[in-house]
């Protein structure tokens, strides 16, 4: 059984540093073709794909978040870890984790969201 | 970016009808596209991938069509537990990018 789950703050003050694990099972990292991406979306907005990380260590990062956001994975922990730098009121949103096979793209499994809050 | 054309933003139907959703590409994305249900409080549901392939053990009253830049997803015989918002994301490029969502509400 396959299960993806974020973890992290519900509350962020603008300027902080934005970080959310991701927490998985039922498959690996390790694995060739696997990747983790990592998605957002706002209260009454579009979903936004943000970053992805892959099992040989390669990374992608969406335009709107590129200069701020780095996403590593720890295999040995099955998980990966969101780091989103200078955080704003924007970046309020529902974040998720989901599973990609690169052979197939788009995402199997996702995780049920984590809401993060940016507010003073 | 590629953008993604979704229509109707909305849609009222009740049980037992058929229903068609439309994503446009604003260019040819091959079949690199999924459709995907999300509700409040749920893990989204991918439902279809490959623009026409069923996830498993999606019921297969859902159904995808198209390749290039139309793509289509109908879902026959609506169940109660259909009404929810749909979205198409494609995946040929980076960055990925969505259509705006269809919200499926009953009549």
């Known amino acids: 059984q396959i299960t993806l789950k974020e973890s992290g703050p519900t509350l962020v003050k603008p300027t902080q540093t934005l970080t959310l694990t991701c927490t998985f099972s039922g498959f690996s990292l390790t694995t060739s073709g696997v990747g983790v991406g990592w998605l957002r979306q706002a209260p009454g907005k579009v979903p936004e794909w943000l970053g992805i990380?892959?099992?040989?260590?390669?990374?992608r990062y969406g335009p709107s978040v590129k200069s701020r956001l780095t996403i590593t994975k720890d295999t040995s922990r099955n998980q990966v870890v969101f780091t989103m730098t200078d955080a704003d009121p924007v970046d309020s949103a529902t974040y998720y984790c989901?599973?990609?096979?690169?052979?197939?793209?788009?995402?199997?499994?996702w995780g049920q969201g984590a809401l993060v809050t940016v507010s003073s | 970016d590629i953008q993604m054309t979704q229509s109707p933003s909305s849609l009222s139907a009740s049980v037992g009808d058929r229903v068609t959703i439309t994503c446009r590409a604003s260019q040819d994305i091959r079949d690199d596209l999924g459709w995907y249900q999300m509700k409040p409080g749920k893990a989204p549901k991918r439902l279809i991938y490959a623009a026409s392939t069923l996830q498993s053990g999606v019921p297969s009253r859902f159904s995808g069509s198209g390749s290039g830049t139309e793509f289509t997803l109908t879902i026959n015989s609506l169940q109660p537990d259909d009404f929810a918002t749909y979205f198409c994301l494609h995946h040929n490029l980076y960055p990925y990018t969505f259509g705006q969502g269809t919200k499926l509400d009953i009549k």
């Open positions: 989901a599973r990609q096979i690169y052979d197939i793209g788009g995402f199997d499994y």
């Open positions: 990380i892959y099992w040989d260590d390669d990374k």
